[in-house]
Every structure is written in structure tokens, then in C-alpha cells.
């Protein structure tokens, strides 16, 4: 009965590659997020979809691109990855407004 | 100027200390204010939240909030090892419901 799932948990790849991370979450709610955090445990919001739609796209290189194909779903793709996208990367889900948003295990991707 | 600043620590108390943990912003839209805590390969969960100046206690927990200085705080009492954690201050202003978080305060309790 897990909230929020990302898949893989874990992504070790080349630079250059592309690569896709997914997350579902059966909570009913209507926003999903992703969020990176770096090393020294900074979290910083990507993207944000409030019921399909694109609604915080904060500054990030455009070889990221998200996708929502239903609200229970988001999924990242990176196109080109560079050593400095090595981070963990977050999903969360909320109902719109509401103050607590409810995160995934992360997917720790690491780019060699 | 950061938007939210945090002190990352990190911060190693014994078992049964009073622990403080503090951020200050800069962003006079927000409203909302929040603390996550966040074990080690997990993700963060909401711990408390707040919106207006005053104190709310949970627990062993109080979060603060002084908007005129624009400073919060949240405090743990008799301090356990199972709170061993980083802490993560967040706030929340505007139309888009964006969540600002600090860097995070790494908390270790030593029994």
C-alpha cells in the first residue's frame, strides 16, 4: 500500500545517456512534483503538474522534461546526462494548496 | 540573499537535550510554514506546520514562528536517538503553491 513509488531506486549511468525515472502514487491527489536534491541535501523544486498541467517549471536545463500521462503519474526523462545531474531525485504528490506534500524513497541517480 | 537560510549543522546532542533548530527568510510572501524531517535515504515527511506568528506544540515538539522578523524555530524536548535526522524548514507563499525549503540541519542524538 505504497503512497508514493518512484522506479528505480537506483541509476548509475554514462554521460550522454538518456534516462527515465517514473513515479505513481495512489493517494487521489492532484499535484505531483519532482524535486532534486544535491549532495549537501538541498531540495529544490523542479517541476510541478496540478491535474496533467505543467504549473511550476523552475529554471532547469530543457534536457529535462517531465510528463504527466494521468494525475497518478509523473515521469522524468534526461536527455544528455552530465556528471552534475548526479543528485537524488524526489517525487511528491499533494492535494492542490495543501500544505503537506508527501514524498517518494527518491531515486539516487549517480552519472560516471 | 537566499530566499530561506539554514544553518546545516551538523548538530550532536546527547539523549534528553533540549535541540533548536532555526531558519530565517527573506520572501515576505509566505504564509505557510513548515518543518520536514528527513531519515537518512528516505524521503522527507511533514513533521508540523504553521501559518501565523505564535507557537503550536505537538508532543515533545514546538515549531515557532516570529513573522515580524521573519525567524522560525522548532524545538525538541527530551531528545530521543530515533530523532536523528535532518530537519528541513519549508515555506509556502503565492498562487503556485510552491514549497521553499532550507538546506537542512543534520541532527544526531547520542544515547
Known amino acids: 500500500d505504497t503512497a508514493v513509488s518512484q522506479t528505480p531506486k537506483y541509476l548509475v549511468t554514462q554521460m550522454g545517456n538518456d534516462k527515465s525515472i517514473k513515479c505513481e502514487q495512489n493517494?487521489?491527489?492532484?499535484?505531483m512534483y519532482w524535486y532534486k536534491q544535491d549532495s549537501k541535501k538541498f531540495l529544490k523544486i523542479m517541476f510541478s503538474y496540478n491535474n496533467k498541467e505543467l504549473i511550476i517549471n523552475e529554471t532547469v536545463p530543457n534536457r529535462f522534461s517531465p510528463k504527466s500521462p494521468d494525475k497518478a503519474h509523473l515521469n522524468l526523462h534526461i536527455n544528455s546526462l552530465e556528471l552534475g545531474d548526479s543528485a537524488v531525485y524526489f517525487c511528491a504528490s499533494s492535494i492542490r494548496g495543501a500544505n503537506e506534500q508527501f514524498f517518494g524513497p527518491g531515486t539516487r541517480l549517480t552519472v560516471l | 540573499q537566499k530566499e530561506v537560510e539554514q544553518d546545516p549543522g551538523p548538530l550532536s546532542v546527547p539523549e534528553g537535550a533540549i535541540v533548536s533548530l532555526n531558519c530565517t527568510y527573506s520572501n515576505s510572501a509566505f504564509q505557510y510554514f513548515m518543518w520536514y524531517r528527513q531519515y537518512s535515504r528516505k524521503g522527507p515527511e511533514l513533521l508540523m506546520y504553521?501559518?501565523?506568528?505564535g507557537n503550536k506544540e505537538d508532543g515533545r515538539f514546538t515549531a515557532q514562528v516570529d513573522k515580524s522578523s521573519k525567524y522560525i524555530s522548532l524545538f525538541i524536548r527530551d531528545s530521543q536517538p530515533s530523532d536523528s535526522a535532518t530537519y528541513l524548514c519549508a515555506m509556502m507563499g503565492g498562487s503556485n503553491y510552491k514549497l521553499t525549503f532550507g538546506k537542512g540541519t543534520l541532527l544526531t542524538v547520542n544515547p
Open positions: 504553521t501559518y501565523s506568528s
Open positions: 493517494l487521489g491527489h492532484d499535484t
